[in-house]
């Protein structure tokens, strides 16, 4: 771009960017570098305008990828920013923000040529284009360092360890963006294990780590094909999930333990409703893809809505003993508002109800062990049944927990986990899907001004949550479907 570019309009004029682009290498240690990060670009706010910025870098793009092979002038680019990387957090100390700022626009560009490369080329052709380094045309060093990992590697690093400050905030933005850009190739869903372990450490971590993952994890979570690819991802002996011994579960079980554990966590500790609304809405835009769900992730779903329940009635009755006590006429006592947390406790019950819901009416046949908890634990549902608050989504929860309950009694008594199993697995396959309501996408909003959320069902139509990092003046505005 140069140090004058600061217009799309600019971009296929821009002398740097045509020397980035052309056939000739340019070496690391280069001025040229200085020249090319040093701009100023206001990044798009709108999909619009990220719109016109695809279309702009789309055919500078197409011509780096033929030249790159024998420039290796991308990979020049993603090592330029890595270098920039190990001084980071010491030019945070030392408030250089000229460097941050460089930094960060090297970061953009790479993401911007990242995005085209990743839809014009296949896994083997993507790694190539990391791999090319300057020799002979078409060859490339295929004992060469993982450039590629080590560019998710660093982003993950940066994000975790770069404190959050008005100085830092536009390059960790761009970190979590390119980093979603990345993780959204199939190819990098084990690179979400990170970003799990910093959730399942909450206790160790601070807000900014935490809302940085949590803000990742909702954003991945908008995609579809994502959230039914990582229930395909095996993954063996995570040691670093101490509560229960591992020995294989998919990306996407795990994922859905960790998020329950951030709840429980957030429930008992900090008690943040920015943590519960995030930690759900994932939760949420993941539920009508559940698939062979884990029999320990299946248990904590359940395990969770009990404990909601018992909170709920604790609550409950505290509210009615409280109303009960007499009050003397000059009594000053101030009494907790119950009523505020009654409220809280049932938005989020009715959350983990849609959540289940969802996945029953999506993809009941897919879930077995989840119909299992679900029949085991059936009593808490019972006093939800009548619940004004709760009535209309109990009415799939009803039908699955009648129809199976009928099945189960048929099969007779003292029958054995096998036994219960095989009937649920045929029961699924023989409930009728017109007898459940088919539920669409769940949506949470976020006010900015109030700073409030609430819960809505959509019917395939655009919906928006924005979501609010804390302590920062700045939203993320989350699209369902696709991200800006």
């Given amino acids: 771009m140069g140090a004058n570019t600061s217009q799309v309009s600019d971009l296929s004029e821009s002398q740097s960017i045509r020397t980035l682009i052309g056939p000739d290498a340019i070496s690391e240690n280069e001025p040229f570098w ?24 789309v055919p500078l793009a197409k011509t780096l990828i033929q030249n790159n092979p024998r420039s290796g002038n991308f990979g020049a680019l993603v090592r330029v920013f890595l270098s920039r990387t190990k001084e980071l957090k010491i030019s945070t100390e030392c408030q250089d923000q000229l460097f941050i700022w460089q930094a960060h626009n090297a970061l953009f560009l790479v993401r911007c040529l990242l995005k085209v490369f990743i839809r014009q080329m296949n896994e083997e052709e993507l790694h190539l284009q ?38 830092t905030y536009n390059i960790l933005f761009e970190a979590v963006t390119t980093l979603l850009v990345l993780l959204s190739y199939q190819l990098f869903h084990k690179e979400v294990l990170p970003i799990l372990e910093i959730l399942y450490h909450v206790e160790e ?7 940085m993952a949590l803000i990742i994890l909702l954003i991945l979570t908008e995609d579809d ?20 011994v591992l020995t294989e579960i998919s990306l996407g079980s795990l994922l859905i333990l960790v998020v329950i554990r951030t709840i429980q966590f957030n429930m008992t500790r900090t008690r943040d409703k920015y943590l519960h609304t995030n930690c759900l809405a994932a939760l949420a835009n993941m539920s009508a893809q559940f698939r062979n769900l884990h029999q320990y992730a299946a248990q904590r779903i359940i395990s969770l809505f009990a404990l909601l329940s018992k909170k709920h009635n604790k609550v409950l009755e505290q509210a009615t003993q409280s109303l009960r006590g007499p009050l003397g006429a000059d009594d000053t006592t101030v009494l907790p508002d119950y009523a505020q947390d009654l409220n809280v406790i049932e938005e989020v019950i009715r959350m983990m109800l849609e959540i289940i819901n969802s996945c029953l009416s999506n993809s ?22 009548s619940h004004p608050s709760f009535q209309d989504i109990m009415q799939n929860l009803d039908t699955v927990i009648g ?18 199993q095989e009937v649920i697995k045929k029961g699924a396959a023989a409930l009728p899907k017109e007898r459940l309501k088919v539920s669409t996408q769940i949506v949470v909003i976020i006010d900015r001004k109030t700073n409030s959320f609430k819960t809505r069902w959509i019917n395939n139509s655009p919906a928006d949550c924005i979501t609010q990092l804390p302590s920062v003046h700045t939203y993320i505005r989350c699209y369902h479907g696709k991200n800006d």
């Fill in 34 to 57: 200085n020249q090319l990060i040093s701009f100023t670009f206001t990044s798009p706010t709108c999909s619009a305008d990220a719109k016109l910025l695809e279309e702009a870098v």
């Fill in 130 to 167: 990391f791999s090319y380094q300057e020799r002979a045309p078409g060859t490339y060093d295929s004992i060469c360092e993982d450039l590629l990992e080590e560019l998710v590697c660093n982003l993950v690093h940066l994000i975790v360890e770069v404190p959050l400050l008005d100085i």
């Fill in 205 to 211: 971590r601070n807000s900014h780590h935490v809302y």
């Fill in 225 to 244: 094909t994502f959230n039914r690819s990582i229930h395909e991802v095996m993954l063996k002996n995570i040691s670093w999930y101490t509560e229960r």
């Fill in 364 to 385: 009941l046949h897919h879930n077995p062990n989840l119909l299992y908890a679900l029949l085991y634990k059936r009593e808490l549902f019972e006093q939800f049944r």
């Fill in 403 to 420: 129809f199976f309950s009928q099945r189960l009694e048929q099969a007779g008594s003292d029958l054995s986990v096998e036994r219960v």
